[in-house]
Nanobody
Framework: QVQLVESGGGLVQPGGSLRLSCAASGIIFSIYTMGWYRQAPGNQRELVALITSGGSPNYADSVKGRFTISRDNAKNTVYLQMNSLKPEDTAVYYC?????????WGQGTQVTVSS
């Protein structure tokens, strides 16, 4: 049974930081590309960052220099460190795992950036 469980979301002031975690089970975690996506009400779901099985990261232009994706294969967990947060970062953040056409999603965690 595949399960991706996000945690770490919450309310933060502009300029603040949060670290999201996604714990995976039921997959051979080390061979999956892992990604973080986000979706705000009325918006399309967009890719925020991804990290390959080899550890190579990619970022959306809107978060470059502020967010860092990382993975710990020993813990079957992918992280998203979010710094210098802006109100436009407010969204539900989703964890994604993909390999050879298999695609899995977490339930999402809410991030709200507001003063």
């Amino acid at each position: 049974q595949v399960q991706l469980v996000e945690s770490g979301g919450g309310l933060v002031q502009p300029g603040g930081s949060l670290r999201l975690s996604c714990a995976a089970s039921g997959i051979i975690f080390s061979i999956y590309t892992m990604g973080w996506y986000r979706q705000a009400p009325g918006n399309q779901r967009e890719l925020v960052a991804l990290i390959t099985s080899g550890g190579s990261p990619n970022y959306a232009d809107s978060v470059k220099g502020r967010f860092t994706i990382s993975r710990d294969n020993a813990k079957n967990t992918v992280y998203l460190q979010m710094n210098s947060l802006k109100p436009e970062d407010t969204a539900v953040y989703y964890c994604n795992a993909i390999n050879r056409g298999r695609d899995y999603w977490g339930q999402g965690t809410q991030v709200t950036v507001s003063s």
